[in-house]
T-cell receptor, first 110, second 113 residues
Framework: DVKVTQSSRYLVKRTGEKVFLECVQD?????MFWYRQDPGLGLRLIYF???????EKGDIPEGYSVSREKKERFSLILESASTNQTSMYLC?????????FGSGTQLSVL | GDSVTQMEGPVTLSEEAFLTINCTYT??????LFWYVQYPGEGLQLLLK?????DKGSNKGFEATYRKETTSFHLEKGSVQVSDSAVYFC????????????FGSGTRLQVQP
């Protein structure tokens, strides 16, 4: 089975902290994505990447950055966490009907 | 830009009832359309898809037909089960341009025994 693994299921951070959310996939996919999921808003695209060291902004990139140094790993970085970044973060890998999601990281910023 | 609109939930049904979850979209050209499902405590998984007008996607008793004339992709199931309780997301990818899914807001389905 394809696996998309997110490093933490739950995370609690303080306002102003730098936060790293890690995502690893084991199927040699070129495409990887970061979404945030909020009630009533669905999933919104933060950043995505089609290849190593390549990144593109999604619909809500403000306050976030990403890193993709290796094909299997796509990291989401909150440079200075704020309370409005409290959310469920979902990583995905692949494309079209072969798009697979991780189980998510619930981030709380206090 | 592209967008997906879903009916608000929660939708509460009794077991064996008929289900419809409405989904309409705004996009140029001919996007591909998807339904994803998120069961409690799990990640999203693809339920079904359709890539061109009049295509019908189906899986696990669920169906949805790509209607270009009404820009719709409504999800239906003839007889729901308690195990269908989940959040359902309608989504699209554009025919050209950014190759990433655009999701609707999600609809929570609760099926009571």
């Amino acid at each position: 089975d394809v696996k998309v693994t997110q490093s933490s299921r739950y995370l609690v951070k303080r306002t102003g902290e730098k936060v790293f959310l890690e995502c690893v996939q084991d199927m040699d996919h070129e495409n990887m994505f970061w979404y945030r999921q909020d009630p009533g808003l669905g999933l919104r695209l933060i950043y995505f990447s089609y290849d190593v060291k390549m990144k593109e902004k999604g619909d809500i990139p403000e306050g976030y950055s990403v890193s993709r140094e290796k094909k299997e790993r796509f990291s989401l970085i909150l440079e200075s966490a704020s309370t409005n970044q409290t959310s469920m973060y979902l990583c995905a890998s692949g494309w079209d009907e072969k798009l697979f999601f991780g189980s998510g990281t619930q981030l709380s910023v206090l | 830009g592209d967008s997906v609109t879903q009916m608000e939930g929660p939708v509460t049904l009794s077991e064996e009832a008929f289900l419809t979850i409405n989904c309409t979209y705004t996009a140029t050209g001919y996007p591909s359309l998807f339904w994803y499902v998120q069961y409690p405590g799990e990640g999203l998984q693809l339920l079904l898809k359709a890539t061109k007008a009049d295509d019908k996607g189906s899986n696990k008793g669920f169906e949805a037909t790509y209607r270009k004339e009404t820009t719709s992709f409504h999800l239906e199931k003839g007889s729901v089960q308690v195990s269908d309780s989940a959040v359902y997301f309608c989504a699209l990818t554009p025919f050209t341009g950014r190759r990433a899914l655009t999701f609707g807001s999600g609809t929570r389905l609760q099926v009571q025994p």
